[in-house]
């Protein structure tokens, strides 16, 4: 085989691999200039310090934490111990004694030496201002801390949780919800209640 025959196969082998390389340097680089989604974000309105986190405590349904608070949905009956374990001082449940069919809450909640609090509502109807004066009394009371704040799902912990937010704590509407719909709030109801209290609240002198 000719050296001129050699030359002439090579040259465009080798142009060929200079294209491709060059193709794939430019599209990596367009790629690269997309901006990554920030986990430190949530539908555009970024997590301040003391977000809630997701965590895990037994078999404790949707449960969150943030800073001496978890919040969260029905804890099963051997979480209780784990939750005495934990530190957990005082336990506040959200729901109405028709929805306890298993087990006596209260009552293992003692056996595990915890305070016990309840403050029922079942729907957004019976989220009184009354209700939601007590609930933030007794979480901002820090003899109370660390402190379970659940119901059955964490919805209605949610909306309580977002009250608290912004009224105690100085968070702003928007993230306050972003963080509340984080951790469970998902009836509209609860939302709007919860929206219609702290909006009540601020105008009062």
């Known amino acids: 085989m000719s050296h001129k025959f050699l030359i002439r196969y090579t040259v465009p082998l080798r142009s060929s691999v200079i294209l491709w390389s060059l193709a794939f340097v430019v599209v990596f680089a367009v790629g690269g200039c997309e901006k990554p989604t920030s986990i430190s974000?949530?539908?555009?309105?970024?997590?301040?310090?003391?977000?809630?986190?997701?965590?895990?405590?037994?078999?404790?349904?949707?449960?969150?934490?943030a800073g001496g608070f978890y919040l969260g949905g029905q804890p099963k009956e051997d979480d209780f111990e784990l939750l005495m374990n934990k530190g957990i001082k005082t336990v506040i449940s959200l729901r109405t004694l028709q929805e306890f069919v298993t087990f006596n809450e209260k009552k293992l909640v003692s056996l595990a030496r915890i305070n016990f609090i309840n403050v029922p509502f079942r729907k957004a109807d019976n989220m009184s201002d009354e209700v939601i004066d007590r609930l933030r009394g007794y979480l901002s009371d820090t003899e109370n801390h660390p402190i379970l704040l659940h119901c059955g799902s964490a919805d209605r912990t949610a909306a309580i949780w977002m009250i608290r937010r912004v009224l105690d704590d100085g968070w702003t509407l928007p993230e306050a919800l972003a963080e509340a719909k984080e951790i469970g709030l998902r009836t509209p109801e609860l939302e709007q209640r919860a929206k219609e209290y702290i909006k009540s609240k601020q105008a009062s002198p």
């Open 41 to 65: 974000e949530v539908d555009g309105i970024k997590k301040k310090p003391g977000w809630a986190q997701k965590t895990t405590i037994g078999r404790i349904s949707n449960l969150s934490v």
